[in-house]
C-alpha cells in the first residue's frame, strides 16, 4: 500500500445534462415540497467525474484532460486546477477521497 489519495464517484449522485447544463443530483434526498438541491458544472466538471467512475489519482484526471484538450495549457495548471475541483466536489460529498494505505477501504461500503 502507497498511501496514494484516490477519488471516486458517490454512489448517492449521479450527473444529469439538462438544457445544456450538467448537474449532480443526490438520489437519496428527499424532496420535500418538492424542492431540489442541484450542484451546477460545466463539460470539464463532467469530464471529470466520468473520469471517477474507477478510483482514481489526480495525476491520472489531469492527464487524461491534458491530452484531451486541444488547447496550450499546462500541465501542472490543469492539475492544479483539477485537485482544487476535486477538493470542493469532496466538501460537498458528491465525491469519496480513498486512501489506499486504508486497509478496510477497499472492504467499506461508502454511503452517505
Not at 444529469?16 to 470539464?44: P, S, V
Not at 492527464?63 to 484538450?69: D, M, Q, R, V
Not at 490543469?78 to 478496510?104: G, P, Q, T
Amino acid at each position: 500500500m502507497s498511501g496514494i489519495m484516490l477519488y471516486k464517484q458517490n454512489d448517492n449522485y449521479v450527473l444529469r445534462h439538462i438544457h445544456d447544463t450538467y448537474f449532480f443530483i443526490n438520489i437519496t434526498d428527499r424532496y420535500e415540497d418538492e424542492k431540489c438541491f442541484l450542484t451546477e458544472t460545466n463539460e470539464i466538471g463532467a469530464f471529470i467525474w466520468n473520469s471517477l467512475k474507477v478510483e482514481t489519482t489526480v495525476g491520472t484526471v489531469a492527464k487524461k484532460l491534458f491530452e484531451a484538450i486541444s488547447d496550450e495549457v499546462d500541465y501542472q495548471e490543469i492539475f492544479h486546477d483539477i485537485l482544487n475541483y476535486l477538493s470542493d466536489l469532496e466538501k460537498k460529498k458528491i465525491i469519496l477521497k480513498v486512501d489506499d494505505s486504508d486497509e478496510n477501504y477497499r472492504t467499506t461500503k461508502y454511503a452517505n
